[in-house]
């Protein structure tokens, strides 16, 4: 574990160790370079998951593209419908009006999310909870009025949060259940929902033969193999505010990379800057103009990695940093008595 500023030699031993591992099975530079000349690329753009979702695939052929991409597109489809929190008719919104000790079977997308989320709820030491929609929700009335929340706002919402109001059973004979043990949970499953649909599309993609792709869901940035002739996928990663230039280009391959902060979605109140994601150690959001961009083995944990980390902050995520399951984080922090970001990375 380091703290460090290059990131273009982690990206640079990536590639490299994986050079070794293609050259190690003997192939034979002639054959690499027929396969590079027989693959073409093809784009996929669309509105979808309340942003853009773009693909890019290398193929043989056009009728090898389509078919690859559209069956991805119906994978993402069926996997998407449970688990849409702005959709009132969704499996994940209907549970907020589940009463108390009533116990629900629960679709098998749904379940892997939430053992996910549990999972990513130890790693962050509490802080990565989908169990907090209401208190998100509340927050979410304030931004919009711009005034804080009363305390008794805050202290209901609080009282409907929280993993201990959960009772998930994923291995019972009937398949994966749920009840909640006060009525009123809202399970806010947004940030690791999009993680878990690119990971089966990106498998998808690969048992349709395409072994060069990428998936870009809003910022959710999933890559397999590189395009033919590169070592990597190039992925800038943003600045600190919209006007800036790209703080670095990353060349990846096989892995995920996912940022998260308060860019787009935050407010001023009382000369205090409150982001949306929410800090439920104490039922607030976290303050200050912040991002980080994290690259995993996978987007499920990228995505959760990304806001967890947001949260925990540089400090805090430095001492969790050996148990995440994250190859790079990199914070940008810009306090407000300094003319400049911070620029912090850690990286195995």
Not at 38 to 65: C, H, T, W
Not at 276 to 297: C, F, N, W, Y
């Amino acid at each position: 574990m380091q703290m460090t500023r290059n990131v273009s030699d982690y990206c640079g031993r990536i590639v490299f160790s994986l050079s070794i591992i293609l050259t190690s099975h003997g192939i034979p530079s002639a054959l690499l370079l027929a396969q590079e000349r027989s693959q073409k690329r093809f784009e996929y753009s669309a509105p979808s998951m309340g942003s853009n979702l773009d693909i890019v695939v290398y193929a043989s052929s056009e009728e090898q593209a389509t078919q690859a991409i559209m069956t991805s597109l119906k994978k993402l489809e069926d996997l998407s419908a449970p688990l849409n929190n702005y959709d009132p008719t969704s499996e994940v919104s209907k549970l907020a009006s589940l009463p108390a000790n009533k116990r629900v079977k629960l679709s098998q997308p749904l379940s892997n999310v939430l053992i996910e989320s549990e999972r990513w709820l130890e790693l962050s030491n509490g802080r990565f909870d989908i169990t907090n929609g209401r208190l998100i929700a509340t927050w979410r009335s304030a931004r919009k009025r711009k005034s804080l929340p009363t305390e008794s706002e805050t202290t209901e919402a609080r009282s409907m949060s929280g993993w201990a109001n959960v009772d998930l059973r994923v291995d019972g004979d009937n398949g994966p259940s749920i009840a909640f043990r006060q009525s009123g949970i809202v399970l806010d499953v947004a940030g690791i929902a999009t993680g878990y649909l690119l990971d089966r599309m990106m498998e998808v993609l690969v048992a349709n033969g395409i072994q060069s792709a990428l998936i870009d869901a809003g910022g959710d940035v999933l890559v397999s193999d590189p395009p033919p002739g590169r070592t990597g996928w190039s992925i800038d990663v943003a600045g600190i505010s919209k006007k800036a230039p790209p703080l670095l280009r990353l060349s990846l391959r096989n892995c995920a990379v996912t940022t998260s902060g308060d860019l787009y979605q935050f407010v001023e109140i009382e000369g205090r800057r409150y982001s949306h994601l929410m800090d439920p150690t104490r039922g607030t959001p976290v303050e200050g103009r912040q991002s980080v961009t994290v690259i995993a083995k996978n987007a499920i944990d990228a995505d959760a990695g990304a806001t967890a980390l947001a949260i925990l902050g540089a400090d805090t995520s430095f001492h969790h940093w050996s148990s995440l399951p994250i190859d790079q984080a990199i914070f940008l922090t810009h306090p407000a008595d300094s003319e400049f970001p911070i620029y912090r990375s850690l990286s195995r």
